[in-house]
Nanobody
Framework: QVQLVESGGGSVQAGGSLRLSCTVS????????MGWFRQGPGKEREGVAA???????AYADFVKGRFTISQDNAKNTLYLQMNSLKPEDSAMYYC?????????????????????WGQGTQVTVSS
C-alpha cells in the first residue's frame, strides 16, 4: 500500500522559514503527481503546490515567490520550502500523491478521495 509521512512542521516567527518533507513508500507507478495541501482552523482544505515526475510545478497564487515544491526521486521524498512565512500560513499541511503525468494541479484537486494522503504536519506562524 502507498504510505506518505510528513515531517518538518513547527512554530516559527513571521518572516521565517520552514522546510516540510514527505517520504513516500509503496508507490509502484513510474509516473505520478505529488503535491501539498493545507487546512487552517475553520477553513477549507486548499491546494498549495503540485509537481510531476519531470519536475514541472504549479503553485497557488498566495504562495508564489515564497514557497518552492521539489522532490528527490532517488529518496522518494517530496519537499516544500516555505520562506517569508506569514501568520495566515498557519495550517495543517498535508502531502498528497496520485498516479498521473499531466495536469497534476488539476488532478490532485479533483476527486480528492482518490489521492493518497499523509497524516499532516502542523505549521504555526506567529506575528
Amino acid at each position: 500500500q502507498v504510505q506518505l509521512v510528513e515531517s518538518g512542521g513547527g512554530s516559527v516567527q513571521a518572516g521565517g522559514s520552514l522546510r516540510l518533507s514527505c517520504t513516500v513508500s509503496g508507490y509502484t507507478a513510474s509516473s505520478y503527481c505529488m503535491g501539498w495541501f493545507r487546512q487552517g482552523p475553520g477553513k477549507e482544505r486548499e491546494g498549495v503546490a503540485a509537481i510531476n515526475r519531470d519536475g514541472q510545478t504549479a503553485y497557488a497564487d498566495f504562495v508564489k515567490g515564497r514557497f518552492t515544491i521539489s522532490q528527490d526521486n532517488a529518496k522518494n521524498t517530496l519537499y516544500l520550502q516555505m520562506n517569508s512565512l506569514k501568520p495566515e500560513d498557519s495550517a495543517m499541511y498535508y502531502c498528497a500523491a496520485r498516479r498521473g503525468t499531466r495536469a497534476c494541479w488539476i488532478l490532485l484537486q479533483s476527486s480528492a478521495g482518490d489521492n493518497y494522503w499523509g497524516q499532516g504536519t502542523q505549521v504555526t506562524v506567529s506575528s
